[in-house]
Nanobody
Framework: QVQLVESGGGLVQAGGSLRLSCAAS????????MGWHRQAPGKQRELVAH???????DYADNVVGRFTISRDNAKNTTYLQMNSLKPEDTAVYYC???????????????WGPGTQVTVSS
């Protein structure tokens, strides 16, 4: 009912920048939250940043000042600008949305397939 597709991952040197995009499609009545999570090899998936419909934003402590999340509500798209990247930022980055499909009363969480970000030292 709701599909998420990420783009923008890749290989970058430490100190470089990348911009991730995630577009939500399908029959969507409302998107409550859009955000980014990441999972490094051998580690649990963790929240990177998310933005609530009203504009409230939360960041993980280890990305504050380096990453910026934004959202285009008209396009059902969220972006993650990542600057000053470090090798420890290497992970698969997943887009996540909490949304209400059109015709439904209930919200659900949806995930994209993920995009690889690799930061070389």
């Amino acid at each position: 009912q709701v599909q998420l597709v990420e783009s923008g991952g890749g290989l970058v040197q430490a100190g470089g920048s990348l911009r991730l995009s995630c577009a939500a499609s399908g029959r969507i009545a409302r998107i409550n939250v859009m955000g980014w999570h990441r999972q490094a090899p051998g580690k649990q998936r963790e929240l990177v940043a998310h933005i609530v419909g009203g504009g409230v934003i939360d960041y993980a402590d280890n990305v504050v000042g380096r990453f910026t999340i934004s959202r285009d509500n008209a396009k059902n798209t969220t972006y993650l600008q990542m600057n000053s990247l470090k090798p420890e930022d290497t992970a698969v980055y997943y887009c996540q949305a909490n949304a209400v499909p059109d015709g439904s009363f209930w919200d659900s969480d949806y995930w994209g397939p993920g995009t690889q970000v690799t930061v070389s030292s």
